[in-house]
């Protein structure tokens, strides 16, 4: 009796260390948080002051290269931003966008900032970010209207939509899926879609929120639906590893979020 109450005193003593090394490989496994690894991308940033980012400079407003070298854009002042933030100096790499990912991986720059769309399939492989922006597909119609703001608002309405476009195949995915009867207006050019709304022609049009934006700036008889159809989050990318330099991003992100920071971004370059 003796022998098998102490076997079992051993086993409820082991049980809460048990427990603690499965959470542990758990979150190593599942989360990817180091517990005992020094993140050395972040380490070295703070050593030298110096912040390496990469991007495809040619996706305006995010990002552009001016005949003079510089970068302007969103994504430049949202860089420049990170390494003020944290006292040291930035570095803009320009680099065409399907080779981001493998430069990353290199070791080229530490994080690329460039109107980046999450992928859940790159996630073994690198760190991402809180979104900063959605890009997502959105509703335009004009201002003096506000009377679609849930999905079977659509129904019976004329949508405008550029052929070929993602709208366009969205517009036809929607009245398939949500049996909408949608009357899709499909014109070659964004602008001939646009006017079609703007002359009555046709109720809303689908295009994503990068595009709205822009129609938005040049065309106040326009508004945007508070229906968005879809989310096309942007985030940053790090190289697996450097937790803590995207724990600081993160923190970075949620307080620009938090004192609208972000919105004046936004608001300067949309």
């Given amino acids: 009796m003796q022998r098998t109450f102490a076997k079992h005193k051993i086993f409820h003593w082991l049980l809460p260390i048990l427990a603690l090394m499965a959470?542990?490989?758990?979150?190593?496994?599942?989360?990817?948080?180091?517990?005992?690894?020094?993140?050395?991308?972040?380490?070295?940033?703070?050593?030298?002051?110096?912040?390496?980012?990469?991007?495809?400079?040619?996706?305006?407003?995010?990002?552009?290269?001016?005949e003079e070298g510089q970068f302007v854009g969103l994504d430049v002042?949202?860089?420049?931003?990170?390494?003020?933030?944290?006292?040291?100096?930035?570095?803009?790499?320009?680099?065409?966008?399907?080779?981001?990912?493998?430069?990353?991986?290199?070791?080229?720059?530490?994080?690329?900032?460039?109107?980046?769309?999450?992928?859940?399939?790159?996630?073994?492989?690198?760190?991402?970010?809180?979104?900063?922006?959605?890009?997502?597909?959105?509703?335009?119609m004009r201002s003096d209207r506000d009377d679609i703001r849930k999905i079977d608002g659509l129904e019976g309405a004329r949508v405008a939509v550029e052929l070929g476009s993602e709208g366009h195949h969205l517009a036809h995915q929607l009245s398939r899926d949500k049996a909408l009867n949608l009357y899709i207006e499909a014109r070659r050019e964004l602008e001939e879609a646009t006017e079609l709304v703007l002359d009555g022609e046709?109720?809303?049009?689908?295009?994503?929120?990068?595009?709205?934006?822009?129609?938005?700036?040049?065309?106040?008889?326009?508004?945007?639906?508070?229906?968005?159809?879809?989310?096309?989050?942007?985030?940053?990318?790090?190289?697996?590893?450097?937790?803590?330099l995207m724990e600081q991003v993160n923190a970075a992100l949620a307080e620009w979020q938090a004192n609208r920071t972000l919105e004046t971004l936004k608001a300067r370059w949309l």
């Fill in 77 to 140: 002042d949202l860089a420049q931003a990170l390494a003020a933030r944290w006292g040291v100096q930035v570095l803009l790499v320009n680099v065409h966008f399907d080779g981001l990912y493998d430069a990353l991986k290199a070791g080229k720059f530490d994080l690329i900032i460039s109107a980046l769309p999450y992928d859940r399939t790159m996630t073994r492989d690198l760190l991402y970010s809180n979104s900063y922006f959605d890009a997502g597909q959105v509703l335009l």
């Fill in 202 to 244: 046709a109720d809303v049009l689908i295009c994503d929120r990068v595009t709205a934006y822009g129609l938005l700036r040049n065309r106040p008889s326009l508004r945007l639906a508070s229906l968005a159809l879809t989310s096309e989050p942007f985030v940053i990318a790090a190289p697996m590893g450097a937790y803590t």
């Fill in 23 to 66: 959470g542990i490989i758990w979150l190593q496994r599942h989360q990817r948080i180091p517990l005992w690894q020094e993140d050395q991308i972040w380490a070295r940033i703070q050593r030298e002051g110096l912040l390496r980012v990469g991007m495809d400079a040619s996706y305006p407003p995010f990002e552009e290269a001016l």
